[in-house]
T-cell receptor, first 117, second 110 residues
Framework: GAGVSQSPSNKVTEKGKDVELRCDPISGHTALYWYRQSLGQGLEFLIYFQGNSAPDKSGLPSDRFSAERTGGSVSTLTIQRTQQEDSAVYLC???????????????FGPGTRLTVL | KQEVTQIPAALSVPEGENLVLNCSFTDSAIYNLQWFRQDPGKGLTSLLLIQSSQREQTSGRLNASLDKSSGRSTLYIAASQPGDSATYLCAVSGTYKYIFGTGTRLKVLA
């Protein structure tokens, strides 16, 4: 079946502009994660959605970052007034998350490479 | 705060060699540990997932071990091939959140 998809694959924007990144998780997966991977760094957790529960936004680096997940499926990560330090690869992952903790594997999309000039 | 460290940061080996990648974590209260592979410009592919109650998992030429008490995991790759060249990431989970190491960049020379 189809895996996790993300769009766009690459995004170049000017400093100060807003950007939207999209993630389509695997159908039926209730958990969705956003991560950021800066050059030479590990993956940094940004936000987590699980079903209809309130999302865990503890990883969002500033109030310029927000995310939503509509209908428990597609998610959009929005970065307002982009800064050069926002340049990174933004990865989305989904998981069946059948309960009892993070016992399920995460399936990652190919990522969106964001470059802020 | 959980911290995950991977050593070495980079590794270059000749084809056919057996090798070990190391991952250490500071908080032993984890649900599971997962090893991923990341190819340049691509997302992550899950290789092995070890539940906290398990000590190892095997898949083909890969074997991952977990020692929770010492906060360590190893990924053993047997008979390495050029196609194994990639960045290998380990990640540990709490209730649902994964904390990733910075990875080991592996190059297998033909």
């Amino acid at each position: 079946g189809a895996g996790v998809s993300q769009s766009p694959s690459n995004k170049v924007t000017e400093k100060g502009k807003d950007v939207e990144l999209r993630c389509d998780p695997i159908s039926g997966h209730t958990a969705l994660y956003w991560y950021r991977q800066s050059l030479g760094q590990g993956l940094e957790f940004l936000i987590y959605f699980q079903g209809n529960s309130a999302p865990d936004k503890s990883g969002l680096p500033s109030d310029r970052f927000s995310a939503e997940r509509t209908g428990g499926s597609v998610s959009t990560l929005t970065i307002q007034r982009t800064q050069q330090e926002d340049s990174a690869v933004y990865l989305c992952a989904s998981s069946p998350h059948r309960g009892g903790g993070a016992t399920d594997t995460q399936y990652f999309g190919p990522g969106t490479r964001l470059t802020v000039l | 705060k959980q911290e995950v460290t991977q050593i070495p940061a980079a590794l270059s080996v000749p084809e056919g060699e057996n090798l070990v990648l190391n991952c250490s974590f500071t908080d032993s209260a984890i649900y599971n540990l997962q090893w991923f592979r990341q190819d340049p410009g691509k997302g992550l592919t899950s290789l092995l997932l070890i539940q906290s109650s398990q000590r190892e998992q095997t898949s083909g030429r890969l074997n991952a071990s977990l020692d929770k008490s010492s906060g360590r995991s190893t990924l053993y790759i047997a008979a390495s091939q050029p196609g194994d060249s990639a960045t290998y990431l380990c990640a540990v989970s709490g209730t649902y959140k994964y904390i990733f190491g910075t990875g080991t960049r592996l190059k297998v020379l033909a």
